[in-house]
């Protein structure tokens, strides 16, 4: 079974319309979560950590689900430059502590 | 600025020869780590580092060797023994842990190098 686990899309939206991305992740013990964006042939790029009570950053919107184990990415008024594969990931605990698990990503597609 | 700087950014191997790839960084942080990312895939881990001299295996170690001779520098070999080694290679690092207790924190990643076998 793997770490985190993504749909992998592909989303493809109007531009400003509003776009959610799930995912689950199985250690129950992990305390650490981040939403990374990738654009095509390039690294991944930190868009954000996700806190307990959920947090915001401008149009982006992080909740995390202890009980049910999922992270959710939510995108309002989407531009063409949030055109990208948005990665989950969750952070290892016990011998794994300092890793991160990725998932295989999002892919976003928004459109004119 | 501070950074990862990963060369070079395209690498060509031979059948047979083994290839270093270099990673540097000067934001002082503890952990290092390399990743593998095929096309359409998510990244795997191939080791990581924690501390200076000392290294773990990730996911897929096998045919890579890694060392930690300075903070700064992580530099992988690809070895003749991984037979598939066309890939995007990625490195990164991060502040080990907070003061605040057990966690994580966010990996910042070079940009890459992508390795084909001539």
């Known amino acids: 079974r793997k770490e985190v686990e993504q749909d992998p899309g592909p989303f493809n939206v109007p531009e400003g319309a509003t776009v959610a991305f799930n995912c689950t992740y199985s250690?129950?013990?992990?305390?650490?979560f981040f939403w990374y964006r990738q654009d095509c042939r390039k690294e991944p790029k930190l868009l954000m950590s996700?806190?307990?009570s959920g947090n915001e950053d401008g149009r982006f919107t992080a909740q995390l689900n202890r009980a049910s184990q999922y992270i959710s990415l939510l995108i309002r008024d989407s531009k063409l430059s949030d055109s990208a594969t948005y990665l989950c990931v969750a952070g290892g605990r016990g011998s794994t502590l300092g890793r991160l698990y990725f998932g295989r990503g999002t892919q976003l597609t928004v459109w004119p | 600025d501070g950074g990862i700087t990963q060369s070079p950014k395209y690498l060509f191997r031979k059948e047979g020869q083994n290839v270093t790839l270099s990673c540097e960084q000067n934001?002082?942080?503890?952990?290092m780590y390399w990743y593998r990312q095929d096309p359409g895939q998510g990244l795997r881990l191939i080791y990581y580092s924690q501390i200076v001299n000392d290294f773990q295996k990730g996911d897929i170690a096998e045919g890579y060797s890694v060392s930690r001779e300075k903070k700064e520098s992580f530099p992988l070999t690809v070895t003749s023994a991984q037979k598939n080694p066309t890939a995007f290679y990625l490195c990164?690092?991060?502040?080990?842990?907070?003061?605040?207790?057990?966690?994580?924190?966010?990996?910042?990643f070079g940009d890459g190098t992508r390795l084909s076998i001539l």
């Open positions: 250690n129950s013990a992990s305390q650490s």
């Open positions: 996700v806190y307990s």
């Open positions: 934001l002082n942080h503890d952990a």
């Open positions: 990164a690092s991060s502040v080990l842990r907070t003061g605040t207790g057990d966690s994580n924190q966010p990996q910042h």
